[in-house]
């Protein structure tokens, strides 16, 4: 079996990331602890996704510190990032669509391998024997585990949303993630697969080891699964807490409403209540 | 010891020639490609390594603007760097083949990487424009660095010496080209088996998540370079050994538009399509000549009249296959491979 990671602790310390005038992020402070499942919660353009791609390096934010087990990599490049063990996945899927599920699957281990060009040009020898370890390691503890045997040499674009988020959670898993965003990981599937993928990121921080930090709209889902939420409004951060307490919060209740659409935060709330994902 | 099974089963699902109809091609092939200098006559044996200096060539443009996703219009220039350096070797050293055409290539890798740098900031059509520019540059110290490249002369390339033979006649020079532009192409569909070519891969497609998922932009992008114009200044090198001189005029703009033109009409990022691209390119306007020639007994006044018609023939095919093929040849072989696939008597 594959041996469990140390899950990493990750330390938002007063972020801010302004575009222009607006601003994204506002003095934002946060942990999220080793081992643990944390939600990042609040309404739409509540600077969610901002936040994530202050962690994995895409924008650069003006003021604070994103620390990793105590080390700053606020000004880490993002490579150098996949390589200390941060993986996410995106709200609008980023595979390649053109690659196969495996290929997508192999590239997120790109970090960890040790082939150089001359090696690859060559194949046999080193480059075999590290493609061959890659693969029956993906089949292992990946492929099998997240039930994506059936298409693992189909191309990516012939694959429906929900099958494409379980890859994209593959790539991500192959990177060998010590914290693992997860970028509204259940957004546009059915019951059924929202249970499915519920029970693998459960199965992911129980069996791996892995810290995890997610976006999700899908409150039953939230509630069910995650030990502490963050919510978060116009960039700032208006609760904290177990996911029991955040719910009654008057200012989330208040945030969602201010959104202008109250009846879909009203079914949202009544799923978390009546439980989402059975699995969990 | 199930570890080692299992590894063996991966290696047959993961290598390059899957099926046995795959292997019984590349035999018919190799066995073409091995009685082809016995049949050939020295012009088509001419014509044969003409198409081995363009495949591989065209090859390390695929792994760049194919596989990789950036535009260069400069391999021209990359070849004329190989052809320098091994005309410039065959003078003044009497160091063999082999060694004069490694050096080409490591040279022109060199300033594949040089050249490569903008392409971090710069993408698409910039970027051909950005190796434009730098073809002009090394055409203009082709012409007046006269002490190294003999100026508007250019210079004189002695015959390879191949371990104390020196390669003279087509049939010879066939024999050392063709092996070489085999391993090069081999090692092409190599490298996509492994993490350096589906980073490759990744970046053409999205550079931006490619670095989220661990992988150096400039790093890749420059490796991408090196291998690439590594291919063009060996194809170079034995081009230099072909023609035998070297000049300022050798590898203009539009031998970089060919090979781009190549790989579109074969197959961009499909190892094949360089191959079917470049031999395509190559071989069609002869074709087409060799028609001309069996008309000209019927068509008064045909030298004047069939010469133009067989250039605008040319043409208007690369712009049929650019509309009714984006995909390029190596598309229409997939689909003939998979109609035979499902072909009754093969379930
Ligand atoms: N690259 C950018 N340039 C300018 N503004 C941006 C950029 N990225 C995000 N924003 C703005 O920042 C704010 C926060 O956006 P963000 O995508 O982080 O929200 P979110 O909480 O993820 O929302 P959703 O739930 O809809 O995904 C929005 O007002 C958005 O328009
Ligand atoms: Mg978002």
Redesign the interface.
């Given at each position: 079996m594959r041996a469990p990671m140390t899950p990493a602790r990750l330390e938002i310390d007063g972020l801010s990331l302004s575009f222009g005038g607006l601003k994204a992020i506002n003095d934002v402070s946060f942990d999220v602890k080793p081992g643990t499942i944390t939600a990042l919660i609040g309404p739409n353009g509540a600077g969610k996704t901002s936040m994530f791609n202050c962690i994995s390096g895409f924008y650069k934010p003006q003021h604070g510190a994103i620390r990793f087990d105590g080390e700053d990599v606020t000004r880490t490049h993002p490579p150098l990032r996949a390589k200390m063990g941060f993986a996410r996945t995106f709200q609008n899927i980023a595979l390649f669509r053109g690659m196969t599920v495996l290929d997508n699957i192999k590239l997120g281990r790109h970090a960890h391998m040790k082939t150089n060009i001359f090696q690859a040009l060559a194949y046999f020898g080193t480059a075999a024997r590290e493609e061959m370890d890659l693969r029956a390691e993906v089949e292992r503890d990946i492929i099998d585990f997240l039930e994506i045997n059936h298409i693992r040499h189909m191309p990516v674009a012939a694959l429906s949303y929900g099958l494409q988020k379980r890859v994209e959670l593959a790539r991500a898993l192959a990177m060998r993630p010590r914290i693992l965003l997860l970028d509204e990981p259940v957004a546009g599937m059915n019951r059924e697969e929202t249970e499915d993928m519920a029970r693998f990121i459960l199965d992911v921080k129980e069996e791996w080891g892995t810290t995890i930090l997610m976006v999700e709209h899908d409150m039953g889902m939230v509630m069910d699964i995650s030990d502490h939420v963050v919510v978060l409004n116009f960039g700032q951060v208006i609760a904290r807490g177990l996911p029991g307490e955040v719910q009654q919060d008057p200012n989330v209740v208040a945030a969602y409403l201010g959104s202008g659409d109250p009846a879909a935060l009203m079914k949202r709330l009544a799923a978390g209540t009546s439980g989402g994902a059975e699995a969990a | 010891m199930r570890?080692a099974t299992?590894?063996e089963t991966?290696?047959a699902?993961?290598a390059l020639l899957r099926t046995r109809t795959q292997w019984a091609w590349l035999g018919l092939f190799a066995l073409v490609l091995v009685a082809a200098p016995f049949v050939l006559n020295n012009y088509w044996l001419y014509l044969a390594c003409l198409v081995a200096i363009n495949v591989a060539s065209a090859t390390g443009l695929n792994i760049l603007t194919g596989y990789t996703g950036l535009v260069s219009l400069g391999q021209g220039a990359f070849m004329a760097v190989g052809a320098y350096t091994v005309a410039w070797l065959s003078q003044k050293t009497g160091m063999p083949f082999l060694v004069n055409i490694l050096a080409g290539g490591l040279v022109a890798a060199f300033v594949g990487i040089l050249v490569g740098i903008p392409s971090l900031r710069v993408k698409g059509l910039y970027l051909a424009i950005a190796t434009i520019g730098a073809s002009i540059i090394l055409q203009f110290v082709f012409l007046n660095w006269s002490s190294v490249t003999g100026g508007a002369r250019g210079l004189a390339v002695r015959p390879a010496n191949f371990f104390g033979t020196s390669l003279t006649t087509y049939f010879q020079l066939y024999w050392a080209f063709v092996p070489i532009t085999v391993l090069m192409v081999v090692?092409?569909a190599?490298?996509f088996?492994?993490?350096?070519?589906?980073?490759f891969?990744?970046i053409r497609?999205?550079d931006?998540?490619a670095?989220?998922?661990?992988?150096?932009l400039l790093r890749y992008k420059l490796?991408s370079f090196?291998?690439s114009s590594f291919y063009a200044g060996v194809a170079g090198g034995m081009w230099a050994y072909f023609f035998r001189a070297v000049g300022p005029e050798s590898f203009t703009i539009v031998e970089s538009i060919f090979f781009l033109a190549a790989i579109i009409v074969g197959g961009m990022?499909s190892i094949l399509g360089g191959i079917v691209g470049a031999t395509f390119m190559t071989l069609v306007p002869e074709i087409l000549r060799f028609g001309v020639e069996l008309a000209s007994p019927y068509v008064s006044n045909a030298g004047a009249l069939l010469s133009p018609i067989r250039t605008i023939a040319f043409g208007a095919l690369i712009m049929l296959f650019l509309v009714f093929e984006p995909q390029g040849i190596a598309e229409i072989i997939q689909r003939v491979r998979r109609f035979f696939h499902l072909w009754p008597f093969k379930t």
């Open positions: - | 570890i299992a590894n991966y290696l699902d993961e090692g092409a190599n490298l088996r492994t993490r350096i070519g589906r980073a891969i990744a497609d999205r931006i998540s670095e989220v998922l661990g992988i150096p490796m090196a291998v990022g």
